[in-house]
């Protein structure tokens, strides 16, 4: 059987054989078809790509009916259950492998040594109103970035694209925890570099005097959230970190507009929504008063629903566990059971069942950030600091692609036909 697909236009009768690879036909390969031959030829509408690939990759694979979710080829169980650092999932992602030994060694090395920021992005941050949003402030200094490292551009030469992931990866964790510090009006910690990349991290959001010390569960529970939030293949950050790394800018640039398409409500800052939305319920009394709002359509069911999963988020499965282990540690946090109870009920009711409507990976990672004692608005920048590793692996994978080119999609324009200028006195 040829991988063809014979398309029949019967506007002219024509038939055209169309090569198919990997399950797909080439969107370019529709362009040939034409009604005149002076025709722009035929394209593919599909608006928010539901149904197009818009590169080839060897990251991440996700099987979203079968709830499967791959670094590199090995499953995020995995990974949460055996990697004790962060930095060997962010090395496996960006090279491909997991690392032996003195690879490890010599990435943490490296990525440690770039964990400190420039004098003058703190002060830069300290221009920043007291209640300026921790995502806001996150984006704005990623992107001021830039003007400290202007070799950055030098996007083709891999030795300056490695020492830019070193920086990224190193100084996300900084940068996040001065946008917290800076919310309470406490003094910045600066990273500490004996310290686990989580450890670290901990330590600079909650240090106060000496005695601080990151609790070993915790370090090892924000680890596997790290681990589980540090790619989805071309899910909308990721895609616009392409994007923009398309036209070859600088990193850093990119890596700010991945993290601002990150914080919309409907992608990264769903954790965030999830703990309002179980705030304004209360009370397992007032569940079924609100799935009935959700099948009426007046609402939505946050931390519910997935384009690409069709069955249960393997990362909400991980987190469900997680969330125990760390409650044994900080104490429940009262909306667990909440979310237990809009868990059953959702699960057995038809309108999410056909819809396969399960939870997402926001759905108990608020819970577990809530009782660890990170404020809601700061979840956002929680889930873009392990996802950079992820934004950085597509955005090197992109440039080196042969294939790809500044992207730049097509429109069917359907506004007004060419007309004549009007004076000002003269229009309605
Ligand atoms: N609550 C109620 N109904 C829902 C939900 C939900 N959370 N999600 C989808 N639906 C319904 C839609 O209304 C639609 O119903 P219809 O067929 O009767 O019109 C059907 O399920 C299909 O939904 P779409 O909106 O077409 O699905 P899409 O793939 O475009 O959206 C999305 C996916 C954005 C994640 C959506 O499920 C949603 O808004 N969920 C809530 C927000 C959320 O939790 N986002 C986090 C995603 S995970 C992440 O980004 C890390």
Redesign the pocket.
């Known amino acids: 059987m040829p991988d063809t697909l014979t398309i029949t236009d019967n506007r002219t009768g024509k038939k055209y054989e169309i090569p198919i690879e990997h399950d797909t036909v080439k969107a370019m390969d529709l362009r040939q078809i034409k009604v005149h031959e002076d025709d722009f030829g035929m394209m593919a509408y599909d608006p928010?790509y539901?149904n197009t690939a818009s590169v080839k990759s060897n990251i991440t694979f996700i099987d979203g009916d079968k709830g499967i979710l791959r670094y590199r080829g090995y499953p995020i169980e995995q990974l949460a259950e055996h990697c004790t650092s962060f930095l060997e999932v962010a090395y496996l992602l960006l090279h491909g492998e997991l690392p032996d030994r003195p690879h490890l060694e010599d990435w943490r090395y490296n990525i440690k040594m770039h964990t400190f920021v420039h004098e003058n992005i703190k002060k830069l941050m300290e221009g920043f109103r007291y209640d300026a949003h921790p995502m806001g402030m996150f984006i704005s200094t990623i992107s001021a970035l830039s003007t400290f490292y202007p070799e950055a551009k030098d996007i083709m030469n891999p030795d300056v694209r490695r020492k830019q992931m070193y920086r990224l990866i190193g100084k996300v964790p900084t940068i996040a925890a001065f946008t917290y510090r800076h919310s309470k009006g406490m003094p910045y910690i600066y990273p500490d570099n004996e310290l686990t990349y989580a450890g670290n991290f901990l330590n600079m959001m909650f240090k106060i005097g000496q005695s601080y010390k990151p609790h070993p569960v915790l370090e090892h529970a924000l680890t596997v959230l790290f681990i589980l939030?540090a790619d989805?293949e071309q899910?909308?950050s990721t895609n616009t970190m392409r994007s923009i790394g398309s036209s070859h800018i600088d990193p850093y640039s990119a890596c700010a507009g991945a993290a601002a398409a990150?914080w919309g409500?409907?992608?990264?800052?769903?954790?965030e929504?999830?703990l309002r939305m179980l705030d304004e319920i209360g009370s397992k009394n007032n569940v079924s008063a609100i799935i009935k709002d959700?099948?009426e359509?007046k609402?939505?069911?946050?931390?519910?629903?997935?384009?690409?999963y069709k069955n249960y988020?393997p990362r909400a499965k991980v987190i469900k566990q997680l969330a125990y282990e760390v409650f044994e540690v900080t104490g429940t946090n009262p909306k667990l059971d909440l979310a237990l109870e809009l868990e059953r009920i959702a699960l057995e009711d038809d309108?999410?069942v056909k819809?396969k409507?399960y939870p997402?990976?926001?759905?108990y990672s608020g819970l577990i950030y809530e009782a660890m004692g990170f404020p809601m608005d700061f979840f956002p920048v929680l889930?873009a600091i392990p996802r950079t590793a992820g934004w950085l692996s597509h955005w090197q994978e992109h440039l080196l692609d042969p294939e790809q080119k500044i992207a730049r999609p097509r429109q069917i324009y359907l506004g007004a036909g060419e007309r004549n200028w009007i004076a000002i006195n003269k229009r309605s």
């Open positions: 928010a539901m939030h989805h899910n909308c990150l409500p409907l992608h990264g800052g769903a954790n929504a999830v959700v099948k359509g609402r939505k069911l946050m931390g519910f629903g997935h384009r690409i988020d309108y999410f819809r409507l997402n990976v926001d759905f889930f």
